[in-house]
């Protein structure tokens, strides 16, 4: 038996490890062992959170996890370990390289290739809610100093991760405003901590309608300081 010779580089199984008739370089060349197929992502324009399976805020490691998902690893890879390094970002595009590491037919192989992701600008549902009026409770600040409690409510709410903490409208009222509040779990939060700093906290419920039996029911908040 003589010494293999890739019929694609001329190369000798001395200088180079083989799969089959080919060198490695020019096996894993003729026969890439991923299929990329273009990957998009959904970008909401509103609040920047996108969409891998669930909305959820903007996270490199869900970025890469949703690439590697969607890259199809050949059959012939055994062992197969997947590494996604994201590049450059723009508003169109995100860019990564990939290193694929496995054994095909009893050769170890490394192999490094580059992508694109394409983002897809839809908006959420948290935003399209928001959009369309949507809210759970209202936060009716009153009393002399109502003021004081109102940056602080904004400031709450903005710094909560709940999709649904959002403020759809501020009705300013004679004597206070009203904050009309996505979720009702927010607005109590906020609530416990004026509590705190000393404001007087009262709770009144209105049903809205039913659903599945149930009723629904909006929540309105008092907070007098
Ligand atoms: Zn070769
Ligand atoms: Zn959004």
Redesign the pocket.
Known sequence: MGVKV?P????TEKE?PFIGF??R??YLELNPPIKESEIKLKVCPTCGRIFVGYWTEFDLTKVAKWIKDHIKISNDVEKPILTITLGKEDEKTIEYRGILTGVIQGTPIEYRFSGTVRKVYEQCPYCARRAGGYYEAVIQLRGERWKELYKEVIDRISKEKDPKAFVTKEVPRREGIDIFVGSKKVAEKVAKKLKQLGAKVKFSYEQVTEKDGKPVTREFISIRL
């Open positions: 890739c694609r580089c001329g190369r180079v080919f060198c370089d020019c």
